[in-house]
Each structure stands twice: as C-alpha cells, then as structure tokens.
C-alpha cells in the first residue's frame, strides 16, 4: 500500500506506510448549580488527526522536504491511497519528524502527523 499526499506545492507518495493511529478528542464541559442539578455541554471534536510512520528508501530525502514545505507553508493536503475511505480527505500538517538511519544511504525513518480539516460548521 502507499499513500499519496497533494498540496499546492507538489505531491508526494509514502511507500508503505508501517503504522497508523487515530486520535480523537472532543471539548465537554459540566456545569454544576448551586442547587446541586448538573448541565453537560458537548461542544463536539476539537481534533481529528492521524500519524502515520514508516520507512522510505526511494527518493526519501527530497520527499521529506516537499512534505516539510508543505507544513511550513499551511498547505491544506489531500491524502489518498487508504483502504479505509474515511480518512481519504483533506488535513494540514500538523507535525513532522524525519532522521535519516545509519548506515543507510537516502533511507529515513517518518512520522508525519496530519490534522483533519473540518468545513465551516462542521463537527
């Protein structure tokens, strides 16, 4: 499997990707009276992300690069290339974090978070 990230200042293809985990984190609060009643306000997600790491050997160090302007320029990105349709959408970069491994040659190790874009009044 690989996935495709899209921005205005390019596209780059992650070759197998080895990990992913989802967060989701919504805002509540509880409101206690004085007269002991409650009141619980869900203000829905405040973040959607995902992070996503992996390995890549083919052309990794310009990847990396192309990704990093992309997060340094608050591109909104379009991922695609998941099994899973849902999280085939858009996101910002939110963190990325590359090293080269030693004694490998153009081989970095990735983390890339990426952050769920939400439209105006949507939760």
Known sequence: MSIT???????VTLNDPQGLIKTVSKRVETFIFADS???LIDYGKTQDQITITGIETENAEAKMQLLNTMMDNGEIVEVSGFSDSSLNTYYHISDLRFERKPGGVGIYWYSLTLEKKFEEGMT
């Open 5 to 11: 990230i899209t921005g205005d200042s390019g596209s």
């Open 37 to 39: 009643t409650e009141e």
